[in-house]
């Protein structure tokens, strides 16, 4: 079963606007991952936040997380063409748990 | 440093038949992981090892799959007897033992005619 659930299921932007992807959950979290995956390709890790975090910052990524409302958002600013992928927010929970719980993610395109 | 590598890349059968994928992990990477990951959805964990044991196979559909990593560095999944429903992406992951971050590898897509 799917733990985390993202919104929108797709997002289409131009070059250099910013892309807002957000992830709900539905139990208590240890920490909670996105990753990119790009068309025939495996995951890449993006940025982890642990649930005592609120926001995390790399690069052109911002990552928040809201654990009263279970919910996340991954902000990417100035898009690329590049960035065009698949997000996927990825849920760890239970102590000492490494297992990830994957949502269907968000299909980004960005128009050149 | 080698990403994780799996083979092959691309694999047609007909069903009923066997198929098995390989996995061969980041060097040093203790944990080794198999997700399925069918069209449009997430990847759903499969079976997790560390070094030569499985430690959560729960998932794991035990009347025709099975997994070994023997002397705890690469891995292989096997199917046996192959279904229409199995054709999937089976993407194997590593990652240190501890650490939370896992590493991909590009799949193996499975067509199952």
């Known amino acids: 079963s799917q733990q985390g659930e993202e919104d929108p299921q797709a997002l289409s932007i131009q070059e250099g606007e910013n892309a807002t992807m957000n992830c709900s959950y539905k139990?208590?979290?240890?920490?909670l991952q996105w990753y990119r995956q790009n068309s025939g390709r495996g995951l890449v890790h993006l940025i982890l936040?642990?649930?005592?975090?609120r926001e995390k910052h790399s690069g052109r990524l911002r990552v928040t997380l809201d654990t009263s409302k279970k919910s996340s958002s991954l902000l990417i600013t100035a898009s690329r063409a590049a960035d065009t992928a698949s997000y996927f927010c990825?849920?760890?929970f239970g102590a000492g748990s490494y297992q990830l719980t994957f949502g269907k993610g968000t299909k980004l395109s960005v128009i050149p | 440093e080698a990403g994780v590598v799996q083979s092959p890349r691309y694999k047609i059968i007909e069903k009923k038949q066997p198929v098995a994928f390989w996995c061969n992990p980041i060097?040093?990477?203790?944990?080794l992981y198999w997700y399925l990951q069918n069209l449009g959805q997430g990847p759903e964990l499969l079976i997790r090892?560390?070094?030569?044991?499985?430690?959560?196979d729960s998932q794991l559909p035990k009347d025709r799959f099975s997994a070994e990593r023997l002397k705890g560095v690469d891995s292989t999944l096997k199917i046996q007897p192959a279904e229409l429903g199995d054709s999937a992406v089976y993407l194997c992951?590593?990652?240190?033992?501890?650490?939370?971050?896992?590493?991909f590898g590009p799949g193996t897509r499975l067509l199952v005619l």
């Open positions: 990825a849920t760890s």
């Open positions: 139990t208590s979290i240890n920490n």
């Open positions: 936040i642990r649930s005592n975090e």
């Open positions: 060097s040093g990477h203790n944990t």
């Open positions: 090892y560390e070094n030569e044991e499985a430690v959560d």
């Open positions: 992951a590593s990652s240190p033992t501890g650490l939370e971050t896992q590493y």
